[in-house]
Structures are given as C-alpha cells and as structure tokens.
C-alpha cells in the first residue's frame, strides 16, 4: 500500500511496473508465503520445514535413481523436486502424458517454443507429502507408458553411469598432468 496525493496515485497506477505488466499479490497470499517461509526456516520454533525439505530430497533422489535405473534420460540436478524425463520427439509428447493421465499421473509437458523443437520433454513434479509406496507405484506406471512410447534411451544404470564419470575425469586428469609435464620439458 501506498499514500500519496491523488495526482502520486494515478500516475503510479498507469505507469509502475507491476501494473503495467502483472497483477499484484494479494495481501492474503503474501501472509500465506511469509508463513511458509518461516516454517522453512524454522522460524516458528519447530523443525517441521527441516523435515519437509529433507523428505522431499528423498523423495527426489528416490524418483530420479529408479527412472534412471530404468532407462529414462533424466535431466536436472540431483534433489531438484522437478524431474525432466526426456522424451525427445513431438510425436510422444501427447501419448506419454494422456497415458500418464489415464493412469491417474499428472506430468507437465515441456515442448517447443519452450524448448527446442527436438528437445522435449515431461516434468515430474514431486512433493515432501508422497510416501515411496505412492512414488513406487507412479514409477511402475510410468515405466510402462515409457515401454509403449519408445522413450527409455539409456541402457545403463545409476551406477554404470557413475562409474563411466569417474573413468572418464580420472582419465581427463591423467592427460592433464601429462600435458603439464610435457610442458615443463618443453
């Protein structure tokens, strides 16, 4: 809120930012946000956003390690309660996600203009309230809408994958220290 004289409030009101471009937030959804983030915080003298963040963390990885484990191309970064399951190709975008739906899952389709053309893909979208039976049966329907679609790329597991990274970066330090050391001869 703001005060001011009538000529203050009409040229704020035609020429501010926020309502030119957007709608404020409401007062009420504000105080609901600075709530959260207290209980986040823990800010209210308890350790239930402590707890809520390190569920939804486990429940993340969780998700993530077993659709790797079954042949998605998973994007993102580990924890990150937003799962980008690569589907690639515009021609899968709508059988995946209204098999998913049938199935009672809700997925978000990520597709060109917001990606590029050949780079689509769903997000899973996970929460801190989802217990691994839920998470484990999601996970085994998807797997089957991911069978049916031809979306599973990646034949190797979580830690095949692992394993390669570190081969790889051992490898990449041995040349490192290898072109150092010519160096210095030279």
Request: proline content about 3%.
């Amino acid at each position: 809120y703001i005060a001011g004289d009538k000529e203050l409030i009409n040229y704020l009101r035609l020429n501010s930012y926020g309502s030119v471009y957007s709608t404020s937030m409401s007062p009420s959804c504000a105080a609901q946000s600075l709530a959260s983030l207290r209980v986040i915080m823990g800010r209210d003298g308890t350790d239930i956003g402590a707890n809520k963040l390190a569920q939804l963390k486990r429940n993340s990885d969780h998700v993530r390690d077993k659709l790797i484990d079954m042949g998605f191309l998973i994007l993102g970064h580990e924890g990150s309660p937003i799962i980008p399951l690569m589907l690639y190709h515009p021609s899968t975008f709508l059988p995946f996600s209204t098999l998913c739906l049938e199935r009672g899952i809700a997925v978000v389709v990520v597709s060109y203009p917001a990606s590029a053309v050949t780079e689509g893909r769903v997000r899973l979208c996970i929460s801190a309230s989802h217990t691994i039976e839920d998470l484990d049966w999601a996970l085994e329907q998807i797997s089957e809408v991911g069978d049916i679609c031809g979306v599973k790329f990646c034949k190797k597991s979580r830690k095949q994958i692992q394993m390669i990274s570190k081969v790889e970066e051992a490898e990449e330090q041995q040349k490192q220290q290898s072109n150092s050391v010519h160096n210095k001869q030279a």
